[in-house]
């Protein structure tokens, strides 16, 4: 048995109550992660192949274990050349640089403007340089999102570098059918729209869902980031995120008041719940992905170059932000359906797919789909398990909620209080030792002194006499 190691927060098989995932963030942040990690242990898991999940650490300590343990180490990523993801980047490097095994990178991304001008990375070209580097010494190629990615190695002098998007949108292999259900969209569509707090706070996104939420009675808003989670589920404002009061996450939002707004800590539910809408829009790549994969038609309004490189290799329908936010009647759902045109994406997804696993291929990796059951035992066991629902607004005060809600936090209290008290005993037997050695300190200095004057004299003399 053939045994991977992959970066994800979680393996698809886990099923974790709310509360703990958003204390343990298995989201690793943003949703939006589960989505092509969740596809990528889909894919590789073949008769003859385990797939585990690493949690997210890049633990240096653990090289040695990995070595021994795994065969491959496979790493789904995102935008991870940008600068607030430097550090990570460096302890990733750090970790593969001590493995022995192969390593294979999959749908990595640059992320800069739309204007694909990639001055604002130059400070960070030798954390990626270096990454890249030691990624190559372990695999033929590295997998990139798109077109500026790709073109973005190459000026470094990086040659093995292969676009083939995102994993996410072959969780289904070859196969993806996205049609319309309605000829147009009307007041009693069901819609959803997402988008991050940058795109809100600083690219006028809020503009467009407020006029979206004044047109459509049915919008609902799908939000991704940890930060909107526990500001559902326990009305948290602790994050610096929560001074984004526009956003519809934000307790003193409309939508959170109505209860149109969720976040969800499992793919399988999140896909299955855009199956009922007519449509789905937003600046968030993942989020309309999920659409996308639901068989619901999707828009990206494009706010940088990770979703517009994506959303150009995939043929996904887009139009940039900024000019959606100057004339907000081109951003109207209505207007945006009926533009919409899936051919390309539906048309030359076979060929992408086969892009994809030609690069596994390469990189000695087998796939579901070609060397397996198609995903079949994958989808078999994810049926049979319970998942929880979407995190929605708390805006009850029900013998449910809060028995819920408490109920876990008592299981914290005393999880804490077990800790505490092993930690005193430790403190404890710590203070004894310290007494016992600080005890014998001046006795063994004394034989020390008389160590080193028996010693010293010797040597000092035979120093002096040039021997």
């Known amino acids: 048995m053939k045994r991977i190691l992959l970066r994800s927060g979680k393996s698809p098989y886990d099923v974790v109550g709310v509360e703990e995932a958003l204390h343990r963030d298995v989201i690793a942040t943003n949703s939006g992660n589960l989505i092509f990690s969740d ?8 008769p003859g192949t385990e797939v585990v999940s690493n949690g997210m650490p890049s633990d240096v300590s653990a090289a040695g274990r990995i070595n021994e343990e795994y065969d491959a180490f496979v790493i789904p990523l995102a935008n991870a050349f940008r600068p607030s993801f430097e550090s990570s980047l460096k302890r990733m490097t750090r970790l593969i640089s001590r493995l022995k095994i192969p390593v294979v990178v999959l749908g990595v991304g ?49 040659k093995d570098v292969e676009t083939i998007g995102c994993p996410s949108l072959f969780m289904y292999g070859d196969r993806l059918q996205v049609d319309k259900k309605t000829l147009e969209l009307t007041p009693d569509s069901r819609i959803a729209i997402n988008g991050s707090h940058s795109a809100v706070r600083a690219q006028g996104l809020d503009r467009i869902i407020t006029r979206t939420h004044e047109r459509y009675p049915h919008l609902r808003f799908v939000g ?51 199956r009922s809408f007519d449509f789905s829009f937003g600046s968030r790549i993942h989020g309309n992905i999920a659409a996308l994969l639901a ?24 139009q940039r932000l900024d000019r959606a936010v100057k004339d907000l009647d081109s951003s ?26 030609g690069f596994l291929d390469r990189n000695g990796l087998q796939n579901t789909f070609t060397h397996g059951d198609g995903g079949a035992a994958f989808d078999e066991r994810m ?10 607004p708390w805006n009850d005060a029900d013998v449910a909620s809060l028995t819920a809600r408490f109920g876990w936090l008592h299981s914290r209290i005393d999880a804490l209080s077990a800790d505490n ?46 021997q």
């Open 110 to 158: 640059a992320q800069t403007g739309v204007g694909y001008n990639a001055d604002r990375l130059k400070r960070i070209e030798p954390t990626v340089r270096e990454f890249c580097a030691a990624v190559l010494e372990h695999s033929a190629s590295i997998g990139v999102r798109g077109e500026f990615t790709e073109q973005y190695l190459r000026d470094m002098g990086f």
């Open 383 to 392: 049926r049979a398990l319970t998942f929880p629902e979407g995190v929605r």
């Open 39 to 46: 596809a990528a242990h889909k894919i590789l898991e073949t």
């Open 421 to 466: 008290a092993r930690l005193q005993k430790e403190l404890a037997r710590a203070g004894t030792r310290a007494k016992a050695v600080a005890a014998q300190a001046p006795q063994a200095a004394s034989v020390y002194r008389r160590a080193r004057r028996a010693v010293g004299r010797p040597i000092r003399r035979a120093l002096g006499t040039g």
């Open 224 to 274: 991704q980031n940890l930060s909107d989670a526990r500001q559902l589920h326990w009305r948290d404002l602790s994050d610096p995120n929560a001074a984004v009061t526009a956003m519809p996450t934000h307790p003193d939002h409309p939508m959170f008041r109505e209860d149109k707004v969720r976040v969800y800590v499992d793919p399988i539910t999140w896909i299955d719940d855009l």
């Open 295 to 318: 068989g619901t038609p999707a828009t990206v309004l494009c706010g940088d170059s990770r979703t517009l490189e994506l959303c150009r290799y995939f043929e996904i329908p887009h």
């Open 332 to 357: 109207d759902p209505a207007k945006l359906y009926a533009e919409a045109d899936f051919g390309g994406l539906v048309g030359g997804h076979r060929e992408r797919f086969e892009r994809f696993t």
